[in-house]
């Protein structure tokens, strides 16, 4: 199986601030890769496809980017409603997986 | 609009059975490789299984092969999940969600084993 792993695991950020969230594939995966946010209680909503992506009606201050093993999720300018848990997913291979997620909080 | 309407979790006890459905509409299912994901209390999420679109190529995530059946019926724009030989660590909320690349979510479907 291909293991994600996302770092960091929670971070504190102020709105208004550049985050950056990173997800490194065990092996290569191309750019197939998913983003999604997940807010408590609610279901997950999807951000990014095939690595820099966006989704329909996702706002332009999400970003992603990579390919290969290496792949970044940036928020150029924080806002209250991107307080959230950010899962990264790799559609390459079977089974497809989960990064661990990463909550970003309000500091 | 896409919209995907899960139904049919609830309470079952460990080796019990449960049959989800996912009910979509706002787009042509046919045209769309589709998945159950799930989420346990406080964890991460996991795929669990997908469907592609004609329904002749399904992948499952080792820990439900074989107790697991994804299964859809495109003339009546639905996605099911038959469950079966239940245990509590299949206790999570179950989503059903559209697309190879996911696009869109359904609101999930709370699935608790446990006697």
């Known amino acids: 199986d291909i293991q994600m792993t996302q770092s960091p695991s929670s971070l504190s950020a102020s709105v208004g601030d550049r985050v950056t969230i990173t997800c490194r594939a065990s092996?290569?995966?191309?750019?197939?890769l998913a983003w999604f946010q997940q807010k408590p209680g609610k279901a997950p909503k999807s951000l990014i496809y095939?690595?820099?992506s966006l989704q329909s009606g996702v706002p332009s201050r999400f970003s992603g980017s990579g390919s290969g093993t290496d792949f970044t999720l940036t928020i150029s300018s924080l806002q209250p409603e991107d307080f959230a848990t950010y899962y990264c997913?790799?559609?390459?291979?079977?089974?497809?997986?989960f990064g661990g997620g990463t909550k970003v909080e309000i500091k | 609009e896409v919209q995907l309407v899960e139904s049919g979790g609830g309470l079952v006890q460990p080796g019990g059975s449960l049959r989800l459905s996912c009910a979509a509409s706002?787009?042509?299912?046919?045209?769309?490789?589709m998945n159950w994901l799930r989420q346990a209390p406080g964890k991460g999420l996991e795929w669990v299984a997908n469907i592609k679109e004609d329904g002749r190529e399904i992948h499952y995530v080792d820990s439900v092969k074989g107790r697991f059946t994804i299964s859809r019926d495109n003339a009546k724009n639905s996605l099911y999940l038959q469950m079966n030989s239940l245990t509590a660590e299949d206790t999570a909320v179950y989503y059903c969600?559209?697309?190879?690349?996911?696009?869109?979510w359904g609101q999930g479907t709370l699935v608790t084993v446990s006697s």
């Open positions: 969600a559209r697309g190879f690349g996911v696009s869109h």
């Open positions: 997913q790799q559609y390459n291979d079977y089974p497809l997986t």
């Open positions: 706002g787009f042509t299912l046919s045209n769309y490789r």
């Open positions: 092996q290569g995966i191309s750019n197939y």
């Open positions: 095939v690595a820099s």
